[in-house]
């Protein structure tokens, strides 16, 4: 009876754990597609990875990180904190956006508070959501002095578009000017890039078939009044958005949809008010925000990883997109050779070079940063 | 042994095929005879090769949010979408929520009514007998139901065709003051959505000159990025994104073909072969009752016939 009875417990336990097992098994095979990103300073790059230059300012969920020398550090709390950009002074131009409005901030590099540039909350006791304002993409000038913006007014009823703004760094938006005049109920222009004798902008368009595309424009000094001042720089069926500027001035990269949903990361020279050939360098990825590094080696952007995690960081080497020139060709044999000789007579010809295939680098992987805001590159 | 493991697996499922089984095989009550005859069929009959095992299905999404009574809700959005296997294409069309025509229940109205009055009957028999079209199944899904998919699924990674900015966007979920207003700003570009923010890009419409139009484009955009991040789920993920969903979707596919139609959208992978299509004017005017459109059934028909056939 009683090896009957241990038999019986037995059975029972080995029943009872396998049915578990099994359930924490199948649990255990989840896709992990709902995984929640992962804070990057709880995971470093890889070591394998490669590490970037200087110091990369990129943001999670609210807040913003540094990333140098290969590790991670929060920089201010989570709390809306967007699209950063730097000052002359090395200090961080940035957006704190709220359920109503954004304002935009001056920080320094750890993240304290300097100045509040803008104040777009609605007065008090106001009811009417309309009276609150949004301010995004802040971008100082090489002046030092000066930051653009992209603003939401005026606006009116149900409209509500951006235009392009500047506005000085000590005073307020009072004393701000309006430089671009938006196509109504497009939400209009965005992220300015101030250029030597003007800004680079993304201009938000109805297309004929009444679909709404992006194009990069160029304006040398404010045209508040009208829709087609200054010049485009990409054609309509292009979907270009979100340019960045090489730190010699003489590229430019941007994505571009082609009216799919994916963004190419397309470059082309720039000679400060238009653009020369465009090459499509990414063709394969959804690229958001391509940023150039400071010492020119190479543009970061956000993409979704391998097997399609949120947006990571990945890095494309310069030689990706500028491969070097390739080596002195042989010069010409004195003795024999050219097309017409015969194959006994002349030189076995020099073997082109392997065509050495330059790939991206995924920097990051579980951290899923916000593609929507800028990243900001400081040497 | 195993049947403790087959007891481990049913623990596992059945929560999920429990909600399942409730939220799928619904039964359909056609408010008029349709003119296509059979509803419902398993497939339609198939007019060339190409159309072998091809079926369409119809997607109702609305506004079930606490300004309405849960049993009397508008259709905002209506998608027939029309799947090819045997081609690997899909074409989605998009009817505006505003289009005046005769309702299946009688009389004229919106044909986003038509849900209303007589349920996923009604909406169905509806677009069967003005579009001269055979749908197989639909879907209905909330409000809250789009968020809860979004976000069972870890959000949808979507190139966002241009900022979408509103004022006055309605703030009716999970308040006690559903005619209240927020501001919402969703930017422009590639960036992942939760489904929060993916339901602020695709309802609202103040700020879009195209008002339905524009919110038409942008639900097809967030319906082929579900698609694409649906591709990455397994089979142990269902009981996850059951619980999530929890009675916020219906639909008329038995579960049994729920469980088939899975590995057929992960087949889908050229996005050339996904085509979208809304029904700006010539194909819809202005002008008809109560800020409504009429439709040009001569611009209309030839084109949904083309791929609805």
Not at chain 1, 339 to 346: C, D, E, L, R
Request: net charge neutral; hydrophobic share 40%.
């Amino acid at each position: 009876m009683i090896s009957r009875f241990l038999l019986g417990a037995f059975l029972a336990a080995l029943m009872l754990v396998t049915g578990i097992s099994t359930y924490l098994y199948l649990g255990g095979r989840q896709s992990h597609v709902s995984a929640a990103p992962l804070n990057p300073t709880l995971q470093t790059p890889s070591p394998r990875a490669f590490t970037l230059p200087g110091t990369l300012f990129l943001v999670q969920d609210g807040a913003i990180y540094s990333l140098s020398a290969g590790r991670f550090h929060q920089v201010t709390t989570a709390g809306g904190w967007m699209q950063p950009s730097l000052t002359v002074d090395g200090n961080l131009l940035v957006v704190r956006k709220s359920s109503f409005y954004s304002d935009i901030f001056e920080l320094n590099r750890f993240g304290k508070r300097l100045k509040q540039l803008t104040f777009n909350a609605a007065p008090p006791r106001s009811y009417d959501t309309g009276n609150n304002h949004w301010a995004f993409y802040p971008r100082m000038a090489s002046d030092g002095k000066t930051v653009f913006l992209s603003y939401d007014k005026p606006k009116g009823g149900y409209e509500v578009d951006m235009s392009i703004w500047s506005m000085p760094l000590n005073g307020g938006l009072r004393q701000g000017t309006d430089w671009t005049y938006s196509q109504g109920y497009t939400g209009g222009d965005m992220q300015p890039v101030p250029v030597k004798g003007g800004i680079i902008y993304t201009k938000y368009l109805r297309a004929n078939d009444g679909s709404i595309i992006s194009q990069i424009w160029f304006v040398n000094r404010p045209y508040p009044y009208t829709l087609y001042a200054g010049r485009a720089l990409t054609k309509p069926d292009q979907d270009c958005r979100e340019p960045s500027i090489s730190p010699d001035g003489r590229s430019i990269a941007m994505i571009c949809t082609y009216g799919k949903q994916i963004s190419n990361l397309v470059v082309a020279p720039f000679n400060g008010s238009s653009i020369g050939a465009m090459k499509t360098v990414i063709s394969n990825q959804m690229v958001a925000q391509p940023t150039w590094a400071p010492d020119g080696s190479g543009i970061a952007y956000l993409a979704p990883g391998l097997a399609d995690a949120p947006f990571q960081l990945w890095f494309l080497p310069r030689n990706a997109y500028a491969p070097p020139p390739p080596g002195p060709s042989p010069s010409p044999s004195p003795i024999g050779g050219g097309p017409q000789s015969s194959p006994a007579g002349s030189p076995s010809p020099t073997p082109p070079p392997p065509v050495v295939v330059v790939k991206p680098i995924q920097i990051t992987t579980y951290q899923g940063f916000d593609a929507a805001s800028t990243l900001a590159w400081a040497t | 042994m195993g049947l403790s493991i087959v007891s481990g697996g049913l623990a596992y499922f059945i929560p999920a095929a429990y909600t399942a089984v409730q939220a799928t095989g619904q039964v359909v009550e056609i408010a008029s005879p349709s003119p296509s005859g059979l509803l419902f069929s398993p497939t339609s009959s198939p007019s060339s090769p190409q159309q072998v095992g091809a079926f369409t299905v119809l997607l109702l999404g609305s506004d079930d949010d606490s300004k309405f009574s849960s049993d009397h809700v508008l259709t905002q959005s209506m998608i027939l979408v029309r799947v090819m296997p045997a081609t690997k294409t899909v074409v989605m069309l998009s009817i505006p929520r505003d289009l005046w025509l005769p309702l299946s229940t009688g009389g004229m109205g919106k044909i986003d009514g038509a849900y209303s009055y007589g349920r996923a009957g009604a909406a169905i028999a509806t677009v069967q007998e003005n579009f001269g079209v055979h749908i197989n199944d639909y879907i209905w899904v909330g409000l809250l139901g789009l968020i809860r998919v979004i976000d069972a699924i870890g959000g949808i990674d979507i190139v966002t065709s241009n900022p979408v900015l509103d004022d006055y966007y309605p703030l009716d979920i999970n308040t006690n003051s559903p005619y209240g207003y927020s501001r919402i700003a969703v930017l422009a570009g590639p960036q992942h959505l939760d489904g929060t923010h993916a339901l602020q890009y695709v309802r609202s419409r103040h700020n879009d000159l195209q008002s339905d139009f524009g919110r038409s484009r942008r639900q097809q955009q967030v319906l082929l990025a579900i698609r694409q991040k649906a591709k990455q789920l397994s089979p142990e993920d269902i009981p996850a994104l059951a619980q999530a969903i929890g009675g916020e979707i219906k639909t008329s596919i038995p579960l049994s073909r729920v469980a088939a139609l899975l590995p057929l959208a992960s087949s889908f992978d050229n996005p050339d072969a996904i085509r979208t299509i809304v029904l700006p004017s010539p194909y819809t005017h202005g002008g008809a009752p109560d800020g409504s459109l009429y439709p040009n059934w001569g611009y209309i028909l030839p084109l949904v016939h083309q791929y609805f056939p």
